[in-house]
């Protein structure tokens, strides 16, 4: 069975930056795009940031764009996002999510647990 | 950027009732939507790709439909571990995705 943790997520003051890390196992993880997606507290899923198997291409969300930065480790089986310029608003659970097995079904098929990043001073 | 739109936000149905949610989009994005459940204090689960198509391990009860512009998750008889909360997603401009806002089910 896919696993995925995420960790990272802490209390941190308005305006600083964060790295989450995602550690991916049981699946080949050379071989699949990775995502983040994010959940503000009583809010609705938002899409945050994609990378591709090789991480050579990223894409981000308007509302992140310029402060997250997507990044993974193919030896590592690790993906990581880190935030910078953190406001009130980049408070959330982040989610790591894998995507279906099958070349062109992008839906992400496994999540991890989530990390809660809290932004307040 | 795709706009996404869910009817109702949010329900109260009784165990056994039927439920249809509706999901719209802003343009035409073919059958480029999945449905996922949420509960409290758990990850999202897969319910629907491709629109209509069932995933693995997922309740028959639960089907998709649609294309296009719009589209529906119906639960064919509401069980007790069906009040969650239910998200569309569009996959069309993948890499880039878009969740609907949600629709809340609730127990009447």
């Known amino acids: 069975e896919v696993q995925l943790l995420e960790s990272g997520g802490t209390l941190v003051q308005p305006g600083g930056s964060l790295t989450l890390s995602c550690a991916a196992s049981?699946?080949?993880?050379?071989?699949?795009?990775m995502t983040w997606v994010r959940q503000a507290p009583a809010k609705g899923l938002e899409w945050v940031s994609t990378?591709?198997?090789?991480?050579?291409?990223?894409h981000y969300a308007d509302s992140v764009k310029g402060r997250f930065t997507i990044s993974r480790d193919n030896s590592k089986n690790m993906v990581y996002l880190h935030i910078k310029s953190l406001r009130g608003d980049d408070t959330a659970v982040y989610y790591c999510a894998k995507p279906m097995g099958v070349a062109g079904l992008n839906w992400f098929e496994s999540w991890g647990k989530g990390t809660l990043v809290t932004v307040s001073s | 950027a795709v706009q996404m739109t869910q009817s109702p936000s949010s329900l109260s149905a009784s165990v056994g009732d039927r439920v249809t949610i509706t999901c719209r989009t802003s343009?035409?994005?073919?059958?480029?939507l999945g449905w996922y459940q949420e509960k409290p204090g758990k990850a999202p689960q897969l319910l629907i790709y491709d629109a209509s198509g069932l995933q693995s391990g997922v309740p028959v009860r639960f089907s998709g439909s649609g294309s296009g512009t719009n589209f529906t998750l119906t639960i064919s008889s509401l069980q007790p571990e069906d009040f969650a909360t239910y998200y569309c997603?569009?996959?069309?401009?993948?890499?880039?995705?878009?969740f609907g806002p949600g629709t809340k089910v609730e127990i009447k």
């Open positions: 343009q035409d994005i073919r059958n480029h």
């Open positions: 049981r699946f080949t993880f050379s071989a699949y795009a």
């Open positions: 997603l569009q996959d069309y401009t993948y890499p880039r995705f878009t």
């Open positions: 990378i591709g198997d090789d991480g050579s291409l990223t």
